[in-house]
């Protein structure tokens, strides 16, 4: 069982940043691939960015590419995503979610390659 707790969403307004970090248990975390995904009021869950175990593999949605990065501190065991030049657009519930296994052909994009996740956090971006 894996237990993930995002923090630091709020509200902020456009052209503004925000730093979600997403806290996780167990002593494995490197072992983990990790994802950041989001979900706005009667929309479908999107993926938004996700990191390979090491980090030496990183993945963005095209709309946040060149605006958000994702990152991690496995010596913390947490993962992180610092969001610049948000947009109203950007506004939804973000969680963190996590592969804990170690099949080949992932595929960081699809939410169903994800075993666990957090209870999400808010971010609303003000135009």
């Known amino acids: 069982q894996v237990q993930l707790v995002e923090s630091g969403g709020g509200l902020v307004q456009a052209g503004g940043s925000l730093r979600l970090s997403c806290a996780a248990s167990?002593?494995?975390?490197?072992?983990?691939?990790m994802g950041w995904f989001r979900q706005a009021p009667g929309k479908e869950r999107e993926f938004v960015a996700a990191?390979?175990?090491?980090?030496?593999?990183?993945y963005y949605a095209d709309s946040v590419k060149g605006r958000f990065t994702i990152s991690r501190d496995n010596a913390k065991n947490t993962v992180f995503l610092q969001m610049n030049s948000l947009k109203p657009e950007d506004t939804a519930v973000y969680y963190c979610a996590t592969d804990i296994s170690r099949s080949t052909g992932w595929m960081p994009g699809n939410k169903y390659e994800y075993d666990y996740w957090g209870q999400g956090t808010q971010v609303t971006v003000s135009s």
């Open positions: 167990g002593r494995t975390f490197s072992n983990y691939r």
């Open positions: 990191i390979s175990r090491s980090g030496d593999r990183i």
